[in-house]
């Protein structure tokens, strides 16, 4: 509870800051592609209504950029219209599969010849889950692109290898429990889900927040007892119809193709009930297609997009607080500390480059 209270903008902004550091710095290629790759995504950010003074910036005189880019539709373009495009112009069947349910389950012995990558999968995920907003997604591709450089076959990855798909869920399963932590501790939702779990408390007459485990502690255990029973529940499930769910890749591409197309046109479409936004996933699949062709690494760009906003309001917030004083971020301890590792993780690939460099000499 003590540490909860200690949270406050200045520490948003620095943790904020290291993630987006840390998805640049670990990505495959370039480290210089993947900042440029961060720089666009906190750009497309930026259109819109300002957060502090509420007036219109970047809209370029379009009613529908009033809201600015809609997460949901850059998403839908930039991963899935994107890669749907591509697989259009590709032939051939995908490879079979026939898995039977009890070949899914993961033996034994590769809990533990895994262990490492599963540690180190749920401490990410659950690190990226108590940053409110970010998601799953963002856990899951941090954790997928660590495994991939801390691998000794890193260009297996992308093929289906183990330590790719173990480390991708184990963190996007992690940032569940993870986005609970500042909802319970500090009453700030991790993640939509959230939004509507402090309101179904509100309407109890509970207020999340640090006294939460003083005055309800059975609320909290309550959470925590769910997701236990809700991960057996969904392990049981998965084990009785994964034979059908892989049975998915039988389906030919000219009919995948256009049929995951339509969903990806309503999906977006009934976010807003808004031809807009169809438009902007479009225009977000061509520029991933784009960005692929760059060799520019995809995540430093959405991960930027979705940590830009709140980048921004941590750090005016805490300017305003501060009447504009910026070297308050370096007298709290925790700020001071995350800016310090994520100044470090920034240096750290060219310090590594440079030695390469001098030791071909």
């Given at each position: 509870m003590g540490l909860a209270?200690?949270?406050?903008?200045?520490?948003?902004?620095?943790?904020?800051?290291?993630?987006?550091?840390?998805?640049?710095?670990?990505?495959?290629?370039?480290?210089?592609?993947?900042?440029?790759?961060?720089?666009?995504?906190?750009?497309?950010?930026?259109?819109?209504?300002d957060p502090v003074t509420g007036q219109l910036r970047l809209d370029f005189g379009l009613p529908g950029m009033v809201g600015g880019f809609n997460m949901m539709a850059v998403l839908a373009g930039i991963f899935a219209v994107s890669q749907l495009l591509l697989d259009a112009g590709t032939r051939g069947p995908a490879e079979r599969i026939r898995l039977q349910a009890?070949?899914?389950?993961?033996?034994?012995?590769?809990?533990?010849?895994?262990?490492?990558?599963?540690?180190?999968?749920?401490?990410?995920?659950?690190?990226?889950?108590?940053?409110?907003?970010?998601?799953?997604?963002?856990?899951?591709?941090?954790?997928?692109?660590?495994?991939?450089?801390?691998?000794?076959?890193?260009?297996k990855f992308g093929?289906?290898?183990?330590?790719?798909?173990?480390?991708?869920?184990?963190?996007?399963?992690?940032?569940?429990?993870?986005?609970?932590?500042?909802?319970?501790?500090?009453?700030?939702?991790?993640?939509?889900?959230?939004?509507?779990?402090?309101?179904?408390?509100?309407?109890?007459?509970?207020?999340?927040?640090?006294?939460?485990?003083?005055?309800?502690?059975e609320i909290v255990y309550g959470f925590m007892s769910a997701m236990f029973i809700a991960n057996v529940i969904m392990l049981l499930l998965m084990l009785a119809?994964?034979?059908?769910?892989?049975?998915?890749?039988?389906?030919?591409?000219?009919?995948?193709?256009?049929?995951?197309?339509?969903?990806?046109?309503?999906?977006?479409?009934?976010?807003?009930?808004?031809?807009?936004d169809v438009g902007v996933m479009f225009a977000f699949g061509l520029v991933g297609i784009l960005l692929r062709g760059l060799r520019i690494p995809i995540a430093p760009v959405v991960i930027g997009f979705i940590l830009t906003p709140i980048a921004e309001k941590s750090l005016r917030a805490a300017l305003i607080a501060e009447q504009g004083d910026w070297t308050t971020f370096l007298t709290r301890p925790i700020s001071a500390v995350m800016l310090a590792i994520a100044l470090l993780m920034l240096i750290l690939p060219f310090w590594q480059m440079w030695k390469r460099a001098f030791a071909t000499r």
């Open positions: 209270l200690m949270i406050g903008p200045h520490e948003f902004f620095s943790l904020v800051l290291v993630a987006l550091v840390l998805i640049a710095s670990m990505s495959e290629g370039s480290t210089v592609k993947a900042l440029i790759g961060a720089a666009l995504g906190m750009l497309l950010a930026l259109p819109g209504l009890k070949r899914a389950a993961l033996p034994l012995r590769d809990f533990f010849r895994h262990w490492g990558n599963l540690l180190r999968s749920s401490v990410i995920g659950t690190a990226i889950g108590i940053l409110p907003g970010i998601g799953g997604s963002v856990g899951s591709i941090v954790s997928y692109t660590t495994a991939r450089n801390l691998s000794k076959h890193p260009e093929t289906g290898i183990d330590d790719g798909v173990i480390a991708s869920e184990t963190a996007n399963n992690a940032t569940i429990g993870g986005a609970l932590i500042p909802m319970i501790t500090m009453g700030i939702p991790g993640s939509i889900i959230d939004v509507i779990l402090i309101a179904a408390l509100t309407l109890h007459d509970l207020r999340p927040g640090p006294l939460l485990f003083q005055s309800n502690p119809s994964i034979r059908w769910l892989a049975r998915i890749v039988d389906v030919p591409k000219a009919y995948l193709v256009p049929i995951l197309l339509l969903f990806c046109v309503l999906g977006t479409f009934a976010l807003n009930n808004r031809m807009f």
